[in-house]
């Protein structure tokens, strides 16, 4: 048996737009009206939390956790520029005390890729006063809310708000190959960051404040040596810019010169969020200029999630949390995984992805890494992005159509972890490699 420190936090990960239904005001719910999504789906009424969050919260409780992640809407809150609506904010009250009656703690996101139509109409975080408008809605939320949560997310993913929406044109603004613009995304959210750690600080002084990175493991396609200085490049652009500009004030060099500063920046995060998920194979390739030259795939006899429409989500990688962990320790602080989870509607490798990220954890803490807690991504199969409803994370199976939920196997497994706080040795053996108890993909389609 391998059994976690007590205390130690089981949770799962949401994003407002992904579950609450009805968000018409943000620039997300205009990119699905105008088609971007790949499968033609839209948001919709998603998970229809804005109304029945509570049912699911009964399920996170059923499961046992003690700790859930969620985010707040800002485009609910100020749909036009200085209106806001105080019921939003009495409506995500009522919310947070709600998931901490049910026994866990609310680590509350402030961005996790949305925000009203009004600020991307005027350059999103690119706009010379942006920093100045965010904080406004921070100093709102947390004006309303401090009361009942004293975990914050700051911002979700810069890395991935960045690269999709300026160099992948993805996500909104839907711009391509433009490496600057990128770069200038994230010194802002960095100091974005910065500006929400005051204002939390100012209300909450013992608040538990930091932001969440998506890392992935990039592997040289091969040995040859362009590979491997293209697979680095990535990895230094893409996981580690952005704990350099926290923690220094900086990007690193040379692409400094193309970026911004975050002077305010260093020494105001208390933990490192790490959302990781796969793992992607990198080869020079002087085509693919939207993504710096660097062509990414996955081979064929990896272990991987469904597809997405176009690309592979990545090999599904347990070890990248070992990879993420390592770096993210260099900074002094402590960890969650804020994210974790594959694209997997038949439940074919969840279960062998639980088991073993839960495995290596474990193995990291025994190594002495102050890693606090474990979100699973998700709960219940939500909105994904460019993918729409194609690709499916929760642990839960959602029907669209009728709102009705069915438990897949792995919410079963997970319960077990958390009810034993740890990995029972048995289901080490019964999941030991990933072709155990694999099944082969479900045909696709609603
Ligand atoms: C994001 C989530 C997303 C998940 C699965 C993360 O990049 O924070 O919003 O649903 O990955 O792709």
Request: net charge positive; with cysteine; aromatic share 14%.
């Amino acid at each position: 048996m391998r059994r976690f420190p007590s205390g130690f936090l089981w949770g799962v990960s949401t994003s407002a737009h992904q579950v609450e239904g009805g968000n018409a005001h943000n620039q997300w719910s205009a990119w699905e009206a105008s088609g971007r999504v790949r499968d033609g789906t839209v948001s919709g009424q998603a998970c229809d939390w804005w109304r029945h969050a509570e049912q699911d919260l009964d399920r996170a409780q059923q499961l046992g956790l003690n700790a859930l992640r969620l985010s707040v809407e800002w485009s609910r809150l100020e749909p036009e520029e200085g209106r806001w609506d105080r019921e939003v904010l009495a409506r995500y009250y009522l919310l947070v005390r709600e998931v901490k009656r049910r026994g866990m703690r609310p680590f509350l996101t402030l961005h996790h890729f949305t925000h009203p139509r009004w600020f991307e109409a005027r350059g999103g975080f690119l706009a010379p006063d942006a920093v100045e408008t965010f904080s406004r809605f921070v100093f709102r939320t947390v004006e309303a809310l401090h009361e009942v949560c004293s975990d914050w997310v700051t911002v979700n993913e810069p890395n991935v708000y960045g690269a999709f929406g300026y160099l992948a044109g993805e996500f909104p603004p839907g711009i391509k190959g433009d490496l600057r613009a990128t770069l200038r995304v994230l010194a802002r959210l960095a100091r974005c960051h910065a500006s929400a750690y005051r204002i939390i600080h100012g209300f909450q002084p013992s608040a538990n404040v930091g932001w969440a990175q998506n890392y992935v493991v990039f592997q040289p396609g091969s040995e040859r040596y362009r590979d491997r200085v293209a697979a680095r490049i990535c990895e230094q652009l893409f996981n580690e810019s952005f704990f350099q500009l926290l923690h220094t004030g900086r990007l690193p060099a040379p692409w400094d010169r193309f970026g911004e500063p975050a002077p305010e920046a260093p020494g105001k995060c208390d933990f490192t969020g790490l959302n990781v998920y796969n793992r992607l194979y990198i080869s020079l390739d002087p085509q693919a200029k939207r993504t710096l030259f660097a062509r990414m795939f996955v081979p064929e006899d990896v272990p991987q999630g469904d597809r997405g429409a176009q690309y592979p989500y990545g090999e599904c990688y347990p070890a990248a949390i070992d990879r993420a962990v390592r770096y993210a320790g260099r900074f002094g602080r402590p960890i969650y995984i804020l994210e974790n989870g594959v694209p997997d509607r038949g439940d074919r490798l969840r279960r062998w992805l639980l088991v073993h990220a839960v495995r290596r954890l474990h193995h990291l803490i025994e190594r002495g890494h102050d890693i606090r807690g474990y979100f699973h991504w998700t709960l219940v199969d939500s909105f994904e992005w460019s993918e729409g409803w194609r690709l499916r994370f929760g642990l839960y199976e959602l029907d669209t159509a009728t709102q009705q939920r069915r438990a897949r196997p792995s919410a079963e497994l997970y319960r077990q972890i958390v009810h034993t706080n740890g990995l029972r040795s048995s289901l080490l053996r019964q999941f030991g490699s990933w072709q155990d108890g694999y099944a082969e993909p479900a045909a696709q389609g609603e």
